[in-house]
């Protein structure tokens, strides 16, 4: 038996409760699996799966799976192939029904114009151009419409979109990898050059560039670029590159690193700006001597960023755990020493999970402030 409830708004925008049906569950879940197939490739746009059910059978299936192009309603929809069934069927969306113009039509008005009759959502939108409305228009069209069926499990599947609608900011996830002794790097060699030392196998660095494809931006410092010079694309992994973002507060860093190159969109901070933008590059002057993490969070949100990586140095990545601003860590343990170098930051291991890539050790970090 289900204790959980659910919630139907009703046309004058309260919430009614009553029993949680094992049907609906069932379906949002498939939702859910559906949509995970635009992991990566929807942003801005949120991930959202549907299905269309008629006596407890799907006629239809669809997940939105690129910003500009249909939403999953209308896949779902144009799946169906006896459209005369839509009028007796219900429709499950794992987020609720966008009700506004955009780069495509209200999935609301869809709905509506099939005449389906009863609506089942995971979760209500965030985004304050739909925030209920979606619902409320469905409502007053007649429409028989039960909300908040495996309200978590749909919020935690989008979990940036509702970050930075709700926190105006980026999901935050911190990466690094560290030493069986701690350390992120060992002592500077000045034979090495600008190349990496590497801490983990060839399967966690690979696993580091899926993840780099699955989020909308990444940032490091200035003395990782100037030691490393690293690429910060997805060479190992075939998906989209973050949105390379870098500190250079006093413009340190040599115009023939990688980071301007120009092959990826990339924002580089800094105190006064030194060069003239690019097609694929800006410069963002804001002030040093102020909270820097706040202006570089509101820039970010300004363009539309709703995740980032930060896999810089220990100044960096120590400098949002001290301010307490990130979501998650994921953090690789090799099976090197160093002895000495530059030590891995301090972080509360308080909400963990392990795992391990061959013989690396992966620590998830969960920050529920």
């Known amino acids: 038996m289900f204790h959980n409830y659910t919630k139907s708004i009703d046309n004058k925008g309260k919430n009614n409760y009553f029993c949680k049906v094992n049907i609906h569950e069932k379906y949002i879940k498939r939702c859910i699996e559906l949509a995970r197939n635009g992991f990566g490739t929807t942003y801005p746009n949120p991930m ?10 799907i006629i239809g299936e669809g997940w939105h799976k690129k910003a500009g192009e249909p939403h999953a309603e209308v896949n779902a929809v144009r799946s169906v192939k006896d459209k005369s069934l839509l009028k007796k069927a219900t429709i499950y969306v794992s987020l609720e029904p966008c009700s506004h113009f955009g780069k495509t039509p209200p999935c609301c008005d869809l709905i509506i114009a ?29 429409a028989n419409v039960t909300v908040g069926v495996l309200e978590k499990e749909c919020n935690e599947l989008n979990k ?4 930075f609608h709700n926190k105006k900011r980026p999901y935050i996830i911190l990466k ?3 030493s069986q002794d701690g350390f992120l790097a060992p002592e500077k060699d000045i034979n090495q050059g600008r190349k990496p030392v590497w801490i983990t196998n060839q399967y966690s660095r690979q696993l580091v560039h899926k993840w780099r494809s699955e989020e909308q931006s990444i940032l490091v410092g200035t003395q990782t670029v100037i030691d490393d010079n690293p690429k910060l694309n997805t060479r190992d992994w075939a998906g989209n590159n973050p949105v390379r973002v870098v500190l250079d507060q006093n413009n340190r860093i040599s115009k023939d690193s990688f980071i301007f190159d120009d092959s990826v969109k990339t924002i580089v901070f ?18 040093f001597d102020q909270n820097i993490i706040q202006q570089i969070l509101d ?17 960096t990545l120590q400098s949002f755990i001290d301010e307490n601003v990130w979501d998650e860590a994921r953090i690789f343990i090799g099976k090197t020493s160093f002895e000495k ?4 930051p301090i972080i509360s291991k308080k909400n963990t999970t392990k795992t391990f890539i061959q013989d690396d050790e992966l620590i998830y970090v969960r920050n529920h402030d």
């Open 48 to 57: 959202v799966g549907s299905v269309i059910v008629y006596e407890d059978r």
């Open 114 to 142: 099939n005449e389906i009759p009863n609506v089942v959502v995971g979760t209500v939108d965030p985004n304050e151009k739909v925030a209920g409305n979606g619902i409320r228009k469905l409502i007053a069209a007649g």
């Open 160 to 163: 940036r979109f509702f970050t």
């Open 176 to 178: 690094w990898a560290e």
């Open 270 to 287: 800094t105190k006064s700006e030194s060069n003239s933008s690019t097609e694929n590059t800006t410069f963002e002057i804001i002030d």
């Open 299 to 315: 820039v970010l949100y300004q363009n539309q960023i709703q995740s980032i990586i930060i896999e810089g140095g220990l100044k």
């Open 341 to 344: 170098g530059t030590k891995a």
